[in-house]
């Protein structure tokens, strides 16, 4: 009680000589603060850099040939080099970075405004934008995927000049199924389509606002659309989403076509798949923007169909997406197909599908017809099919 007395009188004392108490943060050994650990700093940002351990899946199969070199980075003297080509016999194809020795990570600080940053570039000559899946394990196993998109590199294409990769966080909260817990993640796994030849090196998780999905100069200029634009007719150079994987396979088909010397053939069947990924795009321009100089009334898309089961023609979405990021889609029904009958080659019955753009709900989308980004194809439940010669014509 005599010591509490003593306390009390000291602390009047100070006070009457003018002395004040102030509030100080407490500071661990690593000067962290009790203040900044309640903001969540985070710091496990580095998941590939130089001779990074902690990477599974580089070895050697007969569908890919993944593994780290020490003659060709970025930085350092290590990058991952990535070559596969999936076919049918093919298991999974990717590899995986527990980075930080397979701790747990907390991502939730940066999930909102973060992103994974990485460098790019091709083995040899060109790459076209390669399907690549990345996939945030947690240590539940529950895996929540982002696709990697054209609109995340610096410029197109890939060559072999080295370039920066942005690919937001926030796509995995958009994405549909279940949600990993991103304040337990064990690994970023990465899963590879179609085919591919490039080599990736200072991978990291940085924090950072929201990328605009407006225009970027690192397209070029756009595009003033000249007509009939042809879309597709033997390649697709500009696309994504080709690839035999989980629930479909979207080939370029030089056995069944109608003109020139191939056609896309897509087989699909994601009944029991709502999850997995059911679109492919491309653009036409070399992925720049393109702009229609006249109104969209004036235009339709045309294509020539082959579907075996012509009720497969109701499982298919098209649409269009801007660089601004508004998307259009209309369902293929029987309204857009006309009766006439196109024999190709080997005895198959072809019918053209003709929609008008005026069908598109523009206005509802608020959808920038000076800034056309790619065309979409979104595909349901199950079907067959082959797209010939698709083109934008004028009515």
């Not at 045309?302 to 997406?321: C, D, R, T, V």
């Not at 259009?328 to 197909?337: D, E, K």
Request: proline share 2%; with cysteine.
């Amino acid at each position: 009680m005599k010591s509490l007395i003593y306390f009390c009188c000291g602390l009047f004392m100070l006070a009457a000589c003018g002395v004040q108490m102030q509030t100080q943060n407490l500071v661990d050994e690593w000067g962290n603060t009790y203040d900044q650990e309640q903001q969540q700093v985070f710091t496990d940002k580095e998941v590939f850099s130089n001779q990074t351990a902690d990477v599974w899946g580089l070895e050697k199969t007969d569908c890919k040939h993944f593994s780290r070199i020490d003659t060709l980075a970025y930085k350092g003297k290590s990058s991952i080099k990535l070559q596969w080509n999936k076919t049918g016999s093919c298991a999974w194809l990717g590899f995986g970075i527990g980075w930080n020795g397979y701790a747990a990570k907390d991502l939730t600080p940066v999930m909102q405004n973060g992103k994974i940053t990485f460098f790019i570039r091709a083995i040899k000559g060109t790459q076209f934008v390669p399907t690549l899946i990345f996939l945030l394990e947690d240590y539940s196993g529950i895996q929540t995927a982002t696709l990697f998109k054209a609109k995340y590199l610096e410029r197109y294409p890939i060559d072999e000049a080295w370039q920066k990769v942005s690919i937001p966080l926030s796509g995995f909260l958009e994405a549909a199924g279940p949600k990993s817990d991103f304040s337990n993640i064990k690994s970023l796994n990465v899963e590879c389509q179609g085919e591919g030849a490039i080599l990736i090196d200072e991978i990291y998780i940085e924090e950072g606002s929201k990328l605009n999905g407006g225009v970027s100069k690192k397209f070029g200029q756009t595009i003033t659309q000249t007509f009939p634009a042809l879309i597709f007719e033997d390649d697709m150079q500009y696309a994504w989403g080709l690839g035999n994987y989980l629930g479909r396979n979207i080939q370029i088909d030089s056995q069944v076509y109608l003109m020139g010397s191939k056609a896309l053939h897509m087989q699909w069947n994601i009944t029991t798949l709502p999850n997995v990924n059911n679109q492919l795009g491309f653009n036409w321009e070399r992925w720049q923007a393109i702009a229609l100089y006249d109104s969209v009334v004036a235009y339709s898309l045309s294509m020539y169909i082959y579907a075996p089961n012509k009720l497969n023609l109701n499982m298919l979405q098209i649409g269009f997406e801007s660089y601004a990021g508004e998307q259009v889609n209309i369902g293929l029904n029987q309204t857009y197909v006309s009766n006439t009958e196109f024999t190709d080659k080997q005895g198959n019955k072809w019918l053209k599908v003709r929609i008008p753009l005026a069908a598109f709900d523009w206005e509802k989308t608020q959808f920038n017809v000076q800034k056309f980004k790619q065309l979409l194809i979104t595909f349901t439940q199950e079907g067959e099919l082959w797209i010939d010669h698709i083109q934008l014509e004028k009515n």
